[in-house]
């Protein structure tokens, strides 16, 4: 576990009176504050975590101001960089599976992509779907990335399925699993 930035504080607080008085020691300090020596220990070493009660308890037993306070709360409840990548990661992959599901050009591209007639031209692709070239393009880099598509020159290929729900069904499962697979932990 990371120390926090108000651990930090409180260290430098207690290493500024030991420094006043020598023999002045950690069950001193958490007498101070209120608190167990051992559970203020665990937390100075960032063994345990600082729920944002104790320091407000904390900071008005050491005198700080409330702005102080509120800083140090607000940054006991920011998330770390591991739980934001893993923020970040979900909201990725939740957006990536939404829109397979809910733009009908995927399984139209998907559909025309299957066709005996197909052609490998975004263009025409387009010109079928009745959409753009730049729609094509993205919804053809989607089901590339998730799998629902192979492409290799002029020769597509796309996975089997016989109705939309179950293109849905397969997307989902694909856009999970590649979630999975590529997620940061918190």
Request: hydrophobic share 50%.
């Given at each position: 576990m990371k120390r926090s930035p108000f651990s930090a504080r409180l260290e430098a607080e207690f290493s500024a009176r030991r420094a006043k008085n020598s023999r002045y020691s950690l069950r001193a300090f958490s007498?101070?504050?209120?608190?167990?020596?051992?559970?203020?220990?665990?937390?100075?070493?960032?063994?345990r975590s600082m729920p944002?009660?104790?320091?407000?308890?904390?900071g008005r037993r050491l005198?700080?101001?409330a702005e102080e306070i509120a800083a140090y709360t607000a940054a006991a409840h920011a998330p770390d960089d591991a739980a934001l990548a893993h923020q970040v990661h979900l909201r990725h992959w939740t957006a990536e599976a939404l829109v397979v599901v809910s733009d009908p050009l995927h399984y139209r591209v998907f559909e025309i992509a299957s066709s005996p007639e197909f052609r490998?031209?975004?263009?025409?692709?387009?010109?079928?779907?009745?959409?753009?070239?730049?729609?094509?393009?993205?919804?053809?880099?989607?089901?590339?990335?998730?799998?629902?598509?192979e492409m290799n020159g002029a020769n597509w290929r796309t996975i089997r399925c016989s109705s939309e729900s179950q293109f849905r069904?397969?997307?989902?499962?694909?856009?999970r699993q590649l979630a999975a697979a590529h997620n940061p932990k918190p």
């Open positions: 007498a101070l504050l209120g608190v167990d020596h051992s559970s203020l220990s665990q937390m100075l070493r960032g063994e944002p009660g104790s320091i407000r308890g904390f005198g700080l101001s490998a031209d975004v263009r025409w692709i387009a010109a079928v779907a009745g959409s753009s070239s730049d729609s094509v393009n993205i919804v053809v880099q989607r089901l590339l990335r998730i799998g629902m598509l069904r397969i997307a989902l499962d694909r856009v």
